[in-house]
């Protein structure tokens, strides 16, 4: 039983709406990929650890 599941956590601005977010990265997900299962676990931009070398913004 071979299954594809994606498990994320995504920091997010204060000033963005958390339930847009979650709900267009999850239909993006199962839309263009073949996940069984995705969760995404959304934490607040202030809350992340200063100097974290995996917290970086995304390169555009």
Same mark, same amino acid.
């Given at each position: 039983?071979n299954q594809t599941v994606?498990?994320?956590?995504?920091? #997010?601005?204060?000033?963005?709406?958390?339930?847009?977010?979650?709900?267009?990265?999850?239909?993006?997900? %199962?839309?263009?990929?073949? %996940?069984?299962?995705?969760? #995404? @676990?959304?934490?607040?931009?202030?809350? @992340?650890k200063p100097g974290c070398?995996?917290?970086?913004?995304?390169?555009?």
């Open positions: 039983m994606l498990s994320a956590h995504v920091a #997010i601005d204060d000033l963005v709406d958390a339930q847009t977010v979650l709900r267009d990265m999850t239909q993006t997900c %199962f839309s263009n990929y073949n %996940f069984h299962s995705v969760t #995404i @676990q959304l934490e607040q931009q202030a809350d @992340q070398s995996l917290c970086e913004d995304p390169k555009m």
